[in-house]
């Protein structure tokens, strides 16, 4: 099978390049990226970790063409060496030229095969034409002859919009496709097609977000989660039913049967077995969207870090309900999360501590030495079955959707970026959005890293 190359960048990383290669005076100005790497066996990502912009007055820059100082390249070599990092160029064309030229080739091979001969890492690195409006193309070349060995099969910034550009435009459109297009827009419609998205989580919450991606048409479902249909969740999993329990299926199993009973033609790959596995955070970072759908914050804290090193969007939903303590409901809450890499974080939101984490791990590895714990006072009790009620999910399951949809066609009257969270007290009947807040300090350094050993820098993933 060829290889599909990908590219991702931060929100503020395309912005950064956008300045320096338009500055407004018509002529063509370069930057170089160092990119982390996804090397997975269908899909190789670039994830972007540090942008160089070359300053103009080093230049000779033309508005079709630039020559620049090589000299520039020896810092990022430097930084790539032994590490399989990536080297992309990057440089501005006007509206109409959507393609390499001639001087591009030319200088591309000589570029491309100096950095291969000096890395001596049998690696592909790319180049990239950045037009006016923002849109990435490019391509990537491999080995001392500076061979192009395909186009970048898409090109994503994971901003407060979800910006992707690809190579091909979507293929066989078909008739579910073309009617969809009609209520909402064919523009839509054409970018999910082009979508990868892992759902982790496929339970209450997770199979309403996996019937919704399904239908919208996204290209392709990976579906994460470890367990089996028991008869106590056939109230709330869409699609489950009580052979599923009685035979014991697993949860990514029945929905995938379901994706596939509705024949809208998308590719669907199941993994049953628990997110924190080195297998699994790999297939889960060679998509392009995640959702993230679990009860406890073991996983989701996890997942933060996965989508920070992969430079991939990432919705998070958590519902609760708290009892009163005599049979009647306190409150009913759920809230969305946006986390864009190198932004806030769950926990920088202060959505949970790591003693929670801490115990959830333990529950996971040691039941024993958690009891305890337990009993010895030392962790406060993780609820394993949190009361949750159909008409609750669907309601957070569909505001979390429609977050999506809004961040790749922007529908609503404030800006995304006022949007980050997007909390909901059923009892007030009423949504309370937050903007952005300040950075984590814990991922903010890891955006981009990629794959790394041991993998997300966790030693139990070695
Ligand atoms: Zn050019």
């Known amino acids: 099978m060829r290889m599909k190359y990908a590219l991702r960048m931060t929100g503020e990383q395309?912005?950064?390049?956008?300045?320096?290669?338009f500055p407004g005076d018509g002529n063509e100005a370069v930057a170089l990226l160092l990119c982390g790497r996804r090397q997975g066996k269908e899909r190789h990502i670039f994830t972007v970790q540090k942008v160089l912009t070359i300053p103009y007055d080093a230049c000779e820059r033309r508005p079709n063409r630039i020559t620049w100082p090589t000299h520039f390249v020896d810092g990022l070599l430097q930084e790539a060496y032994g590490k399989e990092l990536a080297i992309v160029k990057v440089h501005s064309h006007g509206l109409d030229y959507?393609?390499?030229?001639?001087?591009?080739?030319?200088?591309?091979?000589?570029?491309?095969?100096?950095?291969?001969?000096?890395?001596?890492?049998?690696?592909?690195?790319?180049?990239?034409?950045?037009?006016?409006?923002?849109?990435?193309?490019?391509?990537?070349?491999?080995?001392?002859?500076?061979?192009?060995?395909g186009p970048f099969q898409s090109i994503m910034a994971v901003g407060d919009e979800v910006r992707i550009w690809s190579e091909a435009a979507c293929a066989g459109a078909d008739a579910f496709a073309l009617r969809h297009a009609q209520a909402f827009g064919k523009g839509t419609t054409d970018i999910l097609r082009k979508f990868s998205i892992a759902v982790v989580g496929c339970s209450g919450t997770g199979s309403i977000v996996v019937e919704q991606l399904a239908r919208l048409g996204i290209g392709r479902l990976l579906l994460v989660d470890p367990d089996l249909v028991e008869e106590k969740n056939l109230n709330r999993i869409l699609n489950s039913g009580k052979?599923?329990?009685?035979?014991?299926?697993?949860?990514?199993?029945?929905?995938?049967?379901?994706?596939?009973?509705m024949g809208l033609g998308q590719e669907v790959l199941a993994i049953h077995g628990n997110l924190i596995h080195a297998d699994t955070i790999k297939a889960v970072a060679e998509c392009d969207v995640v959702f993230g759908c679990m009860d406890g914050v073991e996983g989701r804290h996890w997942l933060n870090r996965l989508a920070t090193f992969y430079t991939m969007p990432y919705f998070d939903i958590g519902v609760r309900l708290d009892a009163d303590g005599s049979g009647g409901i306190e409150q009913i809450t759920g809230a969305a999360h946006y986390l864009q890499p190198g932004k806030s974080s769950?926990?920088?939101r202060g959505v949970y501590d790591m003693d929670r984490v801490d115990a959830e791990a333990m529950l996971r590895?040691?039941?024993?030495?958690?009891?305890?714990?337990?009993?010895?006072?030392?962790?406060?009790?993780?609820?394993?079955?949190?009361?949750?009620?159909?008409?609750?999910?669907?309601?957070?399951?569909?505001?979390?959707?429609?977050?999506?949809?809004?961040?790749?066609?922007?529908?609503?009257?404030?800006?995304?970026?006022?949007?980050?969270?997007?909390?909901?007290?059923?009892?007030?009947?009423q949504f309370f959005p937050e903007p952005e807040g300040a950075n984590c300090d814990v991922l903010e350094r890891h955006v981009g890293r990629g794959d790394v050993t041991p993998l997300l820098d966790r030693p139990a993933l070695s």
């Open 243 to 261: 052979e599923d329990a009685y035979l014991k299926r697993p949860k990514v199993h029945v929905l995938a049967s379901a994706i596939a009973r």
């Open 365 to 429: 590895t040691n039941l024993e030495m958690y009891e305890q714990q337990l009993a010895e006072g030392y962790l406060r009790g993780v609820d394993e079955d949190r009361p949750a009620v159909i008409s609750v999910n669907m309601l957070l399951a569909a505001v979390m959707v429609n977050d999506f949809l809004a961040r790749l066609h922007p529908y609503r009257n404030r800006p995304n970026r006022d949007y980050a969270y997007i909390g909901c007290n059923l009892g007030e009947m």
């Open 98 to 149: 959507r393609r390499f030229s001639n001087t591009d080739n030319e200088s591309d091979k000589v570029l491309f095969s100096a950095i291969s001969s000096l890395l001596e890492d049998d690696q592909p690195h790319a180049s990239v034409i950045m037009l006016p409006d923002g849109e990435l193309l490019g391509r990537v070349l491999f080995g001392e002859d500076g061979k192009v060995v």
């Open 346 to 348: 769950l926990y920088s």
């Open 14 to 21: 395309h912005r950064a390049l956008l300045s320096h290669l």
